[in-house]
């Protein structure tokens, strides 16, 4: 199974909706981690990049940050 995980990191998620984006991307980690079959990977976009948030083993989900825009 795979999961992939994209975290809008555009200027609107500022604040509480970037939190409760972090508080599920770091959940999705802890329930797939150790679990074999399961492969969770999580990015963060804006309009102009593409941010690698790492696996279930190595989650770097908190690191992203709510900067530029979209185009969505």
């Known amino acids: ?3 992939g995980l994209a975290i809008d990191c555009s200027g609107s998620m500022a604040g509480a909706s970037m939190e409760r984006a972090h508080a599920f ?3 999705l980690a802890e329930a797939a981690r150790g679990h ?3 492969d969770l990977r999580a990015f963060g976009f804006t309009d102009t990049r593409i941010f690698d948030a790492g696996d279930a083993r190595r989650s770097a989900i908190t690191s992203l940050r709510a900067t530029a825009g979209n185009n969505d």
Do not use: K, Q, S
Request: no cysteine.
């Open 1 to 3: 199974l795979f999961l």
């Open 25 to 27: 991307g770091v959940l």
């Open 36 to 38: 074999p079959g399961i």
